[in-house]
């Protein structure tokens, strides 16, 4: 299939859905649906996904799935499989590279498995288990699987600790509890696939409290510079590693990796492998006005690499 | 009474095998605590021509990265068997494996990653960094057909050449040993191992789980003869790698034990055989578990099963 063959069919934006970060997901949604028009897809139309996501697809008689939705069920692995299932192509990455993104832990053994750095961390899968936490605070603790820094907090002592998983634990399941890492947030985009990668200029996120929490990613006091203000040493290996990852999960399209620096120490922390995509405040945007792509362009290269 | 689908594979080899399984499961279990078991495909299920309450999935899923039968069932909140999407692509994908794997403690064989599109490059790269013999295999494929031993450089050529559709393979040494795989199953909120079954080749000494090569006879040996400690370790290798990669309800591992006792792990299926002749079931018979009990621990170990 072409790209010239896809615009004359009936394209799905597929967006919002019950996940706990639906909103985020309207709003790149809605500008995804905006460029297609934009690219002659005049056939495009945007889906809201409900109780039954199978059913609405299957009724919508979509040919094509663009991928704008954000958290569990939609970016761990489910639609994506659910979709090979239906034989709808669709955008971005498969089943491997959405379910092991979309699980930290998961995500920080491969990384350590491909010899980069990632901060140590302990899983705990019941909140009972904490005596076995083996290294000293300050601590990041968030949901294993959530996106968008839902739930993020940092604990200065392990005294702490139990009453601040406690809820966490209650509301998302099991708690991933991290070596907080001082330094500076930088966020990668990968865009391409394996033997045409390519990496978009690094973004620094500056965010008042002094890491990245929900209310630093979408509060007006943060900062973002791109690109980073870092040395070409770091910048080589934050490229490196971003690939790395990449390439090993077999992610598709486009992800992006958020690390942490050190000095010169790099650390990754997550993969978001359907970043968010609003065209004027999601970092992906920032990313995109850095490197010069037009949004739509953006939208037709992912659209591209997807049906490759 | 709860209606109970055994899904199997839509086209091609694989529906055939999983049919027969199908009809087995059916043959074996009809009635059993109540439940109606009817055979059901996905098309059946997405088209809502039927609803059952449970899956038993058998869909082996070639389809995308493993994970897709799981992706879908899950996404239709149907409660079904075996592992999810994240398992099952972990599983079908050679270097996360180890990666997983690793992480829990477990030695793995070294490998290189290959690019088979420039072919002299990874010639070089395999015999420096692997030597010769080596086997040469695709990193995400389910079958092993397309899996070479190359014991020369001109067989080594010669394989890469032949492996020149897929986009990344992995080459590891050929080891020498005795081959064996180790069923997983959960019962009753244990992991328990089956006993060892051994795999003797007749008439053709490159016949086995690392090189599916030639035309010799394969024999299944239902316990291996090994020795009680080799036994054990070999046990406690594929109850450990099973949680590593968070496989659910069953698995089976293949290794391959050295004269000098070590085991390397070649690779870990999330869907083992369960048909009239697969070694699975005979394993679970050898611990007094009949067919329909191993159905039922199934059924008791997949998500949200509990609750039919």
Known sequence: MTFNDLRSKKIGVLLGGKSMERSTSLRSGADVHRALLDLGFADAIKIDLDDDPIEQIVNSGIEFAFLSLHGTD??????????????????????????????????????????????????????????????????????????????????????????????????????????????????????????????????????????????????????????????????????????????????????????????????????????????????????????????????????????? | MSVIGV?????????????????????????????????????????????????????????????????????????????????????????????????????????????????NCSRDQIISKIGLPAILKPIDSASSIDVFLARDTQELGSALESMRSYSSIIAEPFLKGREITVGVLEKDGETLALPVIGLNIKNQPYQNFQAKYGEGEMEFVIPAELDDATSSKAQAIAVKLHKAVNCIGYSRTDMVVSPEGEMNVLEINAFPGIGPYSEFPKAAALLGIIYPELISCLMKSGKKMYDI
């Not at chain 1, 907090?153 to 890492?181: A, Y």
């Not at chain 2, 059946?44 to 799981?70: M, W």
């Open chain 1, 74 to 308: 939609y970016e761990d692995g489910k639609l994506q499989g659910a979709l090979e299932m239906l034989a709808i192509p669709y955008t971005g990455c498969g089943v491997l590279a959405s379910a092991v993104g979309f699980d930290k832990v998961s995500a920080k053994i491969v990384a350590r498995g491909l010899g980069v750095s990632t901060p140590d961390w302990f899983l705990l899968k019941d909140p009972g288990s904490l005596e076995k936490l083996e290294f000293e605070g300050p601590y990041i603790i968030k949901p294993c699987a959530q996106g968008s820094s839902l739930g993020v907090q940092k604990i200065e002592t392990v005294m702490e600790l139990p009453e601040k998983i406690k809820p966490l634990f209650e509301e998302f399941g099991p708690v991933l509890v991290e070596k907080f890492i001082p330094g500076r947030d930088l966020t990668v985009a990968v865009v391409g696939n394996p033997g045409d990668l390519q990496v978009l200029p690094i973004l620094e996120v500056i965010a008042p409290a002094g890491f990245y929490d929900r209310e630093g990613k979408f509060g007006d006091e943060t900062k973002y510079s791109a690109p980073a203000k870092i040395d070409e040493s770091v910048r080589l290996r934050a490229e490196e590693f971003a690939k790395a990852v990449y390439t090993a999960l077999h992610c598709k399209a486009v992800s992006r990796l958020d690390f942490r620096l050190d000095g010169d120490r790099l650390y990754f922390l997550e993969i978001n492998t359907i970043p968010g995509m609003n065209g004027s405040t999601s970092n992906m945007s920032c990313i995109l006005r850095a490197a010069n792509i037009p949004y739509n362009d953006f939208v037709k290269k992912i659209i591209l690499d997807s049906i490759s």
């Open chain 2, 7 to 119: 899904l199997v594979g839509n086209e091609g080899k694989e529906a055939e095998l999983s049919r027969k399984t199908a009809a087995y499961i059916l043959a074996q279990c009809q009635g059993m605590d109540g439940h109606e078991f009817i055979i059901i495909t996905a098309a059946n299920l997405i088209a809502k021509k039927i609803r059952p309450d449970a899956v038993v999935n058998i869909h082996y899923g070639l389809l995308g990265d493993g994970g897709s039968a799981p992706g879908l069932l899950d996404l239709m909140r149907i409660p079904h068997t075996g592992s999810d999407g994240l398992a099952s692509s972990i599983c079908r994908n050679k270097v996360l494996t180890k990666y997983f794997g690793r992480a829990a403690g477990i030695d793995f064989p070294d490998h290189v990653i290959v690019d088979p599109m420039v072919s």
